[in-house]
């Protein structure tokens, strides 16, 4: 499975941005799908996954209320709704696939990963 991350960018306090991943294969469908970022000297961080039929979500404490997770298998693509976002989002988001049906938040349980995409949130 392979993986790209899109969408990054800059964006003021309060404001919102949509990541996009798009998948290539035909087994991107079967895979849970996972957001996670990093930022320098800092381990990689999870945010949200999507199980592979969109029936099972979840959170990180520091985005829930604030980002939405969803996919659309169709368009081979999982999408990072990100609102009132903050400085402290600042960071390199990437995608992750791994597992099915059950979510994964570590992010070394992620067997593929894609380039990630940089969202910077200025103050």
């Known amino acids: 499975v392979q993986l790209q991350a899109s969408g990054g960018g800059l964006v003021q306090s309060g404001g919102s941005l949509r990541l996009s991943c798009v998948g290539s294969g035909s087994t991107f469908r079967n895979y849970a799908i996972g957001w996670l970022r990093q930022t320098p000297g800092k381990e990689r961080e999870f945010l949200a996954a999507i199980s592979w039929d969109s029936e099972r979500m979840q959170y990180a404490d520091s985005v829930e209320g604030r980002f939405t997770i969803s996919r659309d298998n169709a368009k081979v693509s999982v999408y990072l709704q990100m609102d009132s976002l903050k400085p402290e989002d600042t960071a390199i988001y990437y995608c992750?696939?791994?597992?099915?049906?059950?979510?994964?938040?570590?992010?070394?349980?992620?067997?593929?990963w894609g380039p990630g995409t940089q969202v910077t949130v200025s103050s």
């Open positions: 992750a696939a791994g597992g099915s049906k059950w979510l994964r938040t570590s992010p070394s349980l992620y067997d593929f």
